[in-house]
């Protein structure tokens, strides 16, 4: 690629780029539904014959865009802190997988309502990048949870069905404040109730040995 080629990339990415923000933004404080092609292009300063140019379903492109994208960096952020060695203590470590996991969802709920009441129209794109980053959550947790176990930390027979019930709460947590805005989605009231069954079941384990 040339260097006038580089630059008109630049250009062009930067503009389409404006227009993903403008939206985002938008969505964000005014809702989709509110949000017309009309407030982006004013908002961004640009023209309707450009967003279209980048966007030729218009909003709907940016939305699918922005979900892919946009869960996908958080999805991956988990995956790489679930990854990596940590020296925390066991409920330390439990209590920020879960933390940030229920951030996803929550710090991106404009996305997730947008998916709810729209979901024809995206679930074909996104579906498959939600299940897939859940699922691979879910074997990280399982893989943490199966060190602990081997350090007696806990109890677990099954790591795999561990790492589905540790994450069901934050789900339910997020769909309920949808209608319930004042709930902590955030609390881990439940997160550490199921940690102090797979403890104690840890000092049954031990005393039987």
């Known amino acids: 690629m040339t260097g006038k080629q580089s630059q008109r990339q630049d250009q ?55 979900l892919i994208t946009d869960i996908k960096e958080e999805f ?9 060695e940590s ?10 997988f879960y933390h940030q996991f229920v951030a996803i969802f929550y710090h991106n709920w404009y996305l997730m309502s947008i998916m709810l009441y729209y979901k024809d129209d995206f679930e074909a794109e996104v579906t498959p990048i939600t299940r897939e980053g859940t699922d691979h959550m879910r074997k990280l947790l399982a893989a943490f949870l199966k060190k602990r176990v081997d350090n007696r930390e806990l109890y ?22 949808f209608s319930e805005p004042e709930k ?25 040995k």
């Open 76 to 84: 991956d952020k988990l995956a790489a802190l679930m990854a990596q």
């Open 12 to 66: 062009y990415n930067r503009g389409k780029q404006l227009f993903i923000d403008t939206a985002k933004h938008l969505f964000k404080t005014q809702g989709y539904d509110k949000t017309k092609v009309s407030d982006i292009v004013n908002a961004s300063g640009r023209n309707v014959s450009t967003l279209y140019h980048y966007f030729p379903a218009g909003k709907k492109d940016i939305v699918k865009i922005l």
């Open 156 to 177: 677990i027979t099954d790591c795999n069905v561990a790492a589905k019930l540790f994450f069901a709460p934050g789900m339910e947590a997020i769909i309920v404040n």
């Open 87 to 96: 020296d925390r203590s066991l409920i330390d470590a439990l209590h920020l």
């Open 184 to 208: 902590d989605v955030f609390d881990t009231t439940e997160i550490d109730q199921l940690i102090a069954i797979w403890q104690r079941e840890t000092i049954f384990f031990d005393q039987s």
